[in-house]
Each structure stands twice: as C-alpha cells, then as structure tokens.
C-alpha cells in the first residue's frame, strides 16, 4: 500500500523550533518530487516547500525563505521539514504529499500531489 | 487571501449538477494545468482531477474538470450525500515560482 505518514509535531513555544518526519511506503521514493503543505485552523492549504528527486533542487514559499528548510534520505524513504523560529501564524496541520511535476510546451506546468499523509500538528504558543 | 479564488460554499441536492467556479489569471491557471482536491472533514486531501481532466484511478466519472482561458470549473453530477466535503482547486504560478490554491469551497448536500 502506498503510504505516507508524518510525525514529529508537537507544541513548541515562539521562537522555538520543531523538526517534522514523513516516512513513506508502497512506491519508490526517490522516484518522485514531494512537497510539504499545510493548512492552518479554519482555513485553506498553502504549499510550504518541495524537492527534487537527489536533493538537488529545494524550493520555498517566499514567506518562509530562510526559516524552514526541506530535505529527504532516499536510502530511510524520508523526508523532512527543519522548522525554526517558529511563529504563531505557522500554526497548522503539515502534510507532506507526494508531488507529480514537469512541463510541456503546449500546456505550461502540471503539479499536482497524489498521495498524502494524515498530517501532524504543530502548535506555536505560549 | 488566496491567489485562486473560488466561491466560499455551494449546494445541491442528491442526484443534481453542481459545479463549483475557480478563477486566476495569465500567470497560474492562463498558463498551466489545473488540478482539484477533496477534503472531507478531519482528513486529508484527496486528489480528484489533474490536469485540468484527468482523473486518477478510483474517482468515479460523475465528477469532471474542465478549464477555458484562465478560469476553471469541477462539475459532480448525481450529486451523493458523501460529496459532502471541501473543494479546492490549484495551479502552477509562474510568477511565484510554486503552485497555488483556492481559498476552498465548502459543498452541502442538502
């Protein structure tokens, strides 16, 4: 069964940091781009981050450029998101997704994410 | 205040039509495929449509996507009371270099 489970969330005070997990199953991981979305109480998703295949190519959301950082171990099926400085607006439930994404000519970008974890929830409060 | 905009909520009754609206501009759904998830509450989001019409094996053909210019639409016919859940719709932007989404429409079943 193709799986993704995350983990590491947590209640954290501002300021602080967290290091979230996503272990993944049924497919082979280094196969594919995964990204990291979240979706704060109440409201919609917001893409965080994504990586390349080999770790090669990161890429961020510009509001959170410089605080978190996306990475994977293809030899544990992982992948992680080194959060730091944490806020309260980055309250929400993180999903980790495995990502389709190329481009054609003719029609621009596909990306689109077809596998997701359940989520873990981070906290940032006092 | 999302990139995507969609309208808040939608209904129908069982056994109706019902589509639900997404609209960008040049630089998002004018110029790449659209896709559309499905959150039912407390879950995770399920991908429905790629590519603007693609369904992934398992999405039954009552639902459908369709995209013109720089707006795009989720049409679910026989409308079923598990339909019941929050739509949102989403687009590479070429100007924010990632991918963006609707604010989410909520979908009753009434």
């Known amino acids: 069964e193709v799986q993704l489970v995350e983990s590491g969330g947590g209640l954290v005070q501002p300021g602080g940091s967290l290091r979230l997990s996503c272990a993944a199953s049924?497919?082979?991981?280094?196969?594919?781009?995964m990204s990291w979305v979240r979706q704060a109480p109440g409201k919609g998703l917001e893409w965080v981050a994504n990586?390349?295949?080999?770790?090669?190519?990161?890429y961020y959301v510009d509001s959170l450029k410089g605080r978190f950082t996306i990475s994977r171990d293809n030899g544990k099926n992982s992948l992680y998101l080194q959060m730091n400085s944490l806020r309260a607006e980055d309250t929400a439930v993180y999903y980790c997704?495995?990502?389709?994404?190329?481009?054609?000519?003719?029609?621009?970008?596909?990306?689109?994410?077809?596998?997701w974890g359940k989520g873990t929830t981070v906290t940032v409060s006092s | 205040q999302s990139v995507l905009t969609q309208p808040p909520s939608a209904s129908g009754t069982p056994g109706q039509r019902v589509t639900i609206s997404c609209s960008g501009s040049?630089?998002?759904?004018?110029?790449?495929?659209v896709n559309w998830y499905q959150q039912l509450p407390g879950t995770a989001p399920k991908l429905l449509i790629h590519?603007?019409?693609q369904r992934p094996s398992g999405v039954p053909d009552r639902l459908s996507g369709s995209k013109s210019g720089t707006s795009a639409s989720l049409a679910i016919s026989g409308l079923q009371s598990e339909d019941e859940a929050d739509y949102y719709c989403?687009?590479?932007?070429?100007?924010?270099?990632?991918?963006?989404f609707g604010g989410g429409t909520k979908l009753t079943v009434l």
């Open positions: 997704a495995r990502t389709h994404t190329w481009w054609l000519r003719s029609v621009g970008y596909h990306y689109y994410m077809d596998v």
């Open positions: 049924g497919f082979t991981f280094s196969s594919y781009w």
């Open positions: 990586i390349k295949q080999d770790g090669g190519e990161k």
């Open positions: 040049s630089s998002n759904i004018g110029s790449n495929t």
């Open positions: 590519s603007n019409n």
């Open positions: 989403a687009a590479w932007d070429d100007s924010l270099n990632g991918p963006v």
